[in-house]
């Protein structure tokens, strides 16, 4: 299994750690623009292969795609971060050129990958894939439901005062600081619900503090996160790479599904060798319909300031 990176910065440095060291996949190929800083990366990357145990290969390139032939996945990470103050679709001006450019040259030298989107703003940048690389529609998968689900589970955890092993949850809809949906009743401790444990003032901390997870440590780091989201690309590569048929909220195109048509929305699917093997359909309250269909709106206005 080839997987290729692109974006040899925080997220996608991180990306390639994880998936080399949990040692599922032969080679990791870093991309970036500038010069030297993929290759860089890639060096320090392997010298740690004896060290952590993995027998990955890691290499990097600046911008030669021939080296990214035949990737089996590809995950991009290209692109600029916010800074405190900022939203996600404040990125949009300067992101979607460069996602657009990197899918041409992904989708050239290996026309049988899989892209998994990270950069932002992820709903929109997903969207954008699915308009301009041709790919069918199971070979694009947006990452953010799989981060927001692990914060949603650390909140939790936090707020039941429990490890965080005992706790189950899921994060759907757009992955933005208000589009966000916790999936509060769904959200158990060992099979109970939390919402038997955490009084109204606890589960609206929980909702609250989960949506802005991505805002509140890019006020504490001034850049936003890469280790939670890098380990979560690595999850989703794994459940491709071995055929896991994991559950994993994703980012995908959707006709139909939960009301909503023409856009990509985090929804639960199972993710296995095909890249996305089906969209779940799960029943949601009238309250959480409600605030799935707010979020879809808002990332169909963003959408909308797309050129193709
Ligand atoms: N979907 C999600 O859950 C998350 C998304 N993100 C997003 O991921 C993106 C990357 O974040 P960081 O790694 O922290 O940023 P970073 O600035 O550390 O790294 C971005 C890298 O992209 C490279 N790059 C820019 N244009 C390129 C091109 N045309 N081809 C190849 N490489 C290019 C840059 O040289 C840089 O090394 C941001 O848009 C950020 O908002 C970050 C965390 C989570
Ligand atoms: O917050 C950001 O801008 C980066 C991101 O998407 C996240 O960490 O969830």
Redo the contacts with the bound molecule.
Sequence with gaps: MKVTV?????????CAEYIAMKNFCSEVVL????EG??EGKAMDLMQTASLNGFDTKITGTT?DYSKTAGSHVAVI??????KPGMT?EE?IGI?AG?VK??TENLVKHSPEVIII????P?DTMAYLVHKTSGLPKNRII???GA??SARFKYRLAEALESPISDVDGMVIAA?SDTGMLPLLSKATRNGVPVTEFLDEEKQKYVIEETKVG?ATLTKLLG????Y??GA?VSVMVQAIACDQKKMIPCSLMLEGEYGQNDICLGVPAIIGANGVEKIVNITLTAEEQLKFAEAAQAVRDVNGDLKF
């Excluded at 991309?31 to 500038?34: A, G, Q, R």
């Excluded at 850049?223 to 890469?226: D, E, R």
């Design positions: 692109v974006g040899a910065g925080a997220v996608g440095a991180s991309v970036d623009i500038k800083f993929a911008g990470t290209s692109g600029i971060p916010r996600r990125l992101n460069i450019e990197v989107v990270v950069s932002n992820m947006g990452m953010g981060l927001d992955h991505g850049t936003s996160a890469w939670a989201p979560a």
